[in-house]
């Protein structure tokens, strides 16, 4: 079997025979995704749904698998002319790419070590396996700078046991398919990429280490996360966490009380609603959002300048409390967008 590697800067392509690795290449940017790897990572996973066995991507050194979006790029892009087109075009390859995850034809494993957040999810939880290490450490932390769950959160988000919403042990919560040491990912990575035919479930169920007897560590609080997120709105779960008042509940009050009140609310609505919608529905509602709230708002710049860019951790959102987001204003931002502005999915991958 000969291997051919291709090392075209932020992605590293290597296909051993009938069977393909992809590298995510910027080890010193935590491999987080920009729109250059997104438009590089859509032919070469398109071709390889018809040529390869398998594919397995990874991230190169040992902090992150991709720790999310370049999503500072996309708030300097927006304070220029054209800046909107830059977010748009990033967003529409980005989802399209989560998409073609979703509904590839072929086993996709994604070995999720170290850091796995926003674009690094939509990059692996919508594949056929997750394989995760004792480094995993996975978020979804958008509305913290005035974003929402997108990547398909929407989707996955409300499929998870429970209302576990974010409180996630990415094996125990089922984001994870398989848990392996560290140590034992480049052995792991030969076995999938070995030559001939493989069995790549068996495979895994070999090398997967999870004790039966561990329990889920968030146990101790799944009845107060299923009571107080049960509530019908931000402001529900909020009044439901406060006569909970137990320490946890006060820590998630707190952490709540940082995000972006309007992040929270839309948040809140596209989980609701994605329960019930396939991956591409969700993908379709959550770039109707993009456009609507993100390329036209002001509290992702302000989130992204706050956390990313000043660093003063002191974002000042508009509107600044959620009594100010009125029910009209959420809904405006799931309202149509021009016909030749939304995302389409290509009837192949359609579910």
């Known amino acids: 079997m000969t291997t051919q590697e291709k090392v075209v800067d932020d992605v590293i392509f290597q296909e051993k025979g009938d069977k393909g690795l992809i590298i995510l290449n ?7 995704l920009n729109h250059s790897m997104t438009k590089k990572l ?10 390869k066995k398998i594919v397995v991507i990874k991230g190169a050194g040992e902090k992150a698998f991709c720790a999310g979006g370049d999503v500072k790029v996309i708030a300097l892009a927006l304070s220029e002319p054209g800046g909107e087109k830059v977010g748009r075009e990033f967003f529409y390859d980005e989802y399209t790419l989560d998409h073609v995850i979703g509904t590839y034809k072929k086993p996709y494993v994604a070995l999720i070590s170290g850091i796995v957040m926003g674009g690094g999810v939509g990059l692996s939880v919508h594949g056929q396996y997750r394989v995760a ?17 997108d990547v398909g959160g929407s989707y996955f988000l409300p499929r998870l046991n429970g209302k576990l919403g974010l409180y996630l042990d990415v094996k125990l919560a089922g984001i994870a398919t398989h848990y392996v040491s560290s140590s034992r990912l480049p052995e792991l990575t030969d076995s999938l990429l070995a030559p001939g035919d493989v069995d790549v479930a068996k495979i895994l169920d070999k090398f997967d280490e999870q004790d039966s007897s561990v329990e889920f560590s968030l146990a101790k609080n799944l009845k107060q996360i299923d009571y107080c997120f049960s509530g019908d709105s931000v402001e529900e779960i909020i009044n439901r966490l406060k006569k909970d008042n137990s320490e946890w509940a006060q820590g998630v009050i707190e952490t709540l009380g940082k995000m972006s009140p309007t992040s929270l609310k839309v ?20 770039y109707t959002l993009d456009y609507n709230m993100v390329l036209k708002n002001s509290d992702f710049q302000e989130g992204i300048r706050a956390l990313l860019i000043d660093k003063d951790q002191k974002p000042v959102w508009n509107p600044k409390t959620l009594a ?23 009837p192949k991958n359609k579910l």
Not at 268 to 275: F, L, P, V
Not at 327 to 346: R, W
Request: with cysteine; glycine share 2%; aromatic share 6%.
């Open 267 to 286: 948040a809140h609505k596209s989980i609701t609603q994605g329960k019930d919608q396939s991956l591409a529905n969700c993908l379709k509602m959550e």
């Open 42 to 51: 859509l032919p070469v996973m398109q071709q390889w749904e018809s040529s």
């Open 133 to 149: 290490t004792e480094t995993t450490l996975f978020a979804m932390p958008e509305t913290a700078i005035g974003l929402f769950p």
């Open 324 to 346: 100010d987001v009125t029910n009209e204003y959420v809904n405006s931002k799931f309202s149509p967008i021009p016909a030749d502005k939304q995302l389409k999915l290509t």
């Open 26 to 32: 910027r080890p010193n940017a935590l491999n987080s």
